[in-house]
């Protein structure tokens, strides 16, 4: 038997200076949503939390004032006093904030959509100087803070998420890309070298040709000691990135799968 649902919603406030667009309000509700939605679906006990879905319940005059809701469904509300994740989302959107800002806690472990979705959220107020956003859970009537930003830690929330995405989208050794088309620039004949083929793959550095090893002395003799020339063919193969400052540097082939005539790729 359901228990007594209790009355709980997200209460997201904006206290704007200057003129809110509505552009702007909807992409950070969309955010919202995307991160709420994400949320539930990797923290829900039940099924109907891994579908739950944030509705507008009310938004009130004055600031910027919207009550959020949990529904399942239209109409259906599956609060259960150990099953909503209201509590849950605001409690990690909090941490997450805090820990950018202020460099408390754990690292969160965000996606590179994550860093952009907060980034979204408080982009309204990072643009509105003296503006602030306030976000709590309100149980039965009572408030419980959890995120207070002024316009200045949204500017510093922003730059901070930018340089995070930036650090995820930079290649690390070891990386893996799989099925690349590989494009001989120079080979070399011997098998025992480890040295002195290059070859240029557009998924990992366009149009610049690197180093190549290979995973074994077999795979690189499968792939340069056919009964062909290996410059006349592409190669579709798996291969780990090496680094060195953050750029590739070289490629090891590590699987390989296929091979076509350059004229057909």
Known sequence: MIAESKNISLRVEIKNKEPLELIE?????????????SYSENNGFTEDERHAKLYIKEIKSGSVILDLMEYASIGVIPFVENVNTIVGFADYFGKAVKYFIKGDGEKPELTIQDCKDLSQIVSPIAKDNGSQLNMSVKIDGDFHQHIYLDSRDANALQNLLKQEIKEKLEPKTGDLIENAIMVFYQTRNKIDGVSGNKVIIDDAVKGKPLNVVFADKKLKRKILKGDYNPNNFAFQVDVKIKTSDGKIIAYEVIKYHDKFPLEDV
Not at 25 to 37: A, D, F, M, P, R
């Open 25 to 37: 309000l909807t992409k950070s509700l969309t955010s919202l949503s995307n991160q709420y939605n």
